[in-house]
Structures are given as C-alpha cells and as structure tokens.
C-alpha cells in the first residue's frame, strides 16, 4: 500500500525558516517524481514544486522561487521541503504527492502538514 | 501560465442525478487533464487523468471527456459519498495548475 506521510510544520514567525518532511513507503520510490501542493485556508490547490527521481531536475511555482527548496534522499524514501523567508501568504496544508505521473497527474497524496506563519 | 476555469462554483444535487462540471483552459493542454475529489479535511484523491482515463478503484459512474481547451467530467448516478469538491489540474506545463474547484452540495 502507497503511504505518505508528511511532518515538520507549524507555527512560525514572517521571515522564519521551516523544513517539511515526506516519508514514503508501498512503492519505489526513487522510480517516481515528487511534488509538494498546498492549499491556504478554505481556498483550492496550487503546485507548489517538483524534483526527478534522481534529483537532477527541479521545479516550483514563482511565488516560492529563492526562498523554498526541494530536495529528496532516495536511500531514506524521503521527500523534503526546506521553506525559507517565510510570509503570511504562505500559510497552508502542505501535501506530499507522488508525481507527476500517468499524464502528469497526481496518483497518491499525503494527508497534509499544516504550516501557519503569523507573528 | 495556463489559467485553469471551472464551472460552476458551486452546484447542488439529489443522489441519483446525472452531473457535469466544465473546465476550460486558457491555452490548449491536449489531454493532459487531471480531475480530483475533495472531502473535507481530506488530501484530494485522484479520479481521471489524460482527460478520460478512469483511476483504478475509481467507480465507472465518473467519466471524463474533451481535448485542447474544454473539457467535462461526469458523475451519472451521484451517490451520497460523491458530494464534495472537485478540481481539475493542467499537467501540460509547468507550473501546473488547478481550477478553483467545483463544490458540489446535497440538494
């Protein structure tokens, strides 16, 4: 069974730094893209990054670009989000997701890390 | 960025009606379109990809349909656990992108 299970979110203050975690398990791993998709309080989805499976090519959404960084270790079936320069906007559930995959779809979804970034 | 719209916003239904919400995008995405549902405090779950193709384990009752820029999904036989919200994805450029969801509602 495909599991995904994120950690590491909190409070945090405008301007502080957090790193999300995703372990994953029920499947290979280093054989699949991975992404991190957020959704803020009581609004819909947004794309936040992508990484390859080995790492070599990466991707994110322009809101995110200098401050948040992917990163992946295939040896520990872990997916990592380290979010610097936080902001109020950043505020959301953050979801671990296999993909893209079939049609550069989203097949398999973490149950989320709620990240809240207020003074 | 390709620009992801649905409709309706919201919609309201009887269990047994046949539905369909439209999602139209700002550039053709061939078929590289994703349709998710959404519960409440839930991950959105994934029910179509390629415009069409149904997820395994996804009952037969949703169906997906359209290429270029229009395209439609279909609940025929809503069922009680079907009320939720869906959303479309592009999966044709980064960044991808999401309609703002279609929150579907007992009548």
Avoid: H
């Amino acid at each position: 069974e495909v599991q995904l299970v994120e950690s590491g979110g909190g409070l945090v203050q405008p301007g502080g730094s957090l790193r999300l975690s995703c372990a994953a398990s029920g499947f290979t791993f280093s054989s699949y893209w991975m992404s991190w998709v957020r959704q803020a309080p009581g609004k819909g989805l947004e794309w936040v990054a992508n990484i390859k499976q080995d790492g070599s090519e990466k991707a994110s959404v322009d809101s995110v670009k200098g401050r948040f960084i992917i990163s992946r270790d295939n040896a520990e079936n872990s997916l990592y989000l380290q979010m610097n320069s936080l902001r109020a906007e950043d505020t959301a559930v953050y979801y671990c997701a296999r993909g893209p995959a079939n049609w550069g779809s989203f097949d398999y979804w973490g149950q989320g890390t709620l990240v809240t970034v207020s003074s | 960025d390709i620009q992801m719209t649905q409709s309706p916003s919201s919609l309201s239904a009887s269990v047994g009606d046949r539905l369909t919400i439209t999602c139209r995008a700002s550039q053709s995405i061939n078929s590289y379109l994703n349709w998710y549902q959404q519960k409440p405090g839930k991950a959105p779950k994934l029910l179509i990809y390629a415009a069409s193709s149904l997820q395994s384990g996804v009952p037969s009752r949703f169906s997906g349909s359209g290429s270029g820029t229009d395209f439609t999904l279909t609940i025929s036989g809503l069922q009680p656990e079907d009320f939720a919200t869906y959303y479309c994805q592009q999966s044709y450029s980064t960044p991808y992108t999401f309609g703002q969801g279609t929150n579907l509602e007992i009548k």
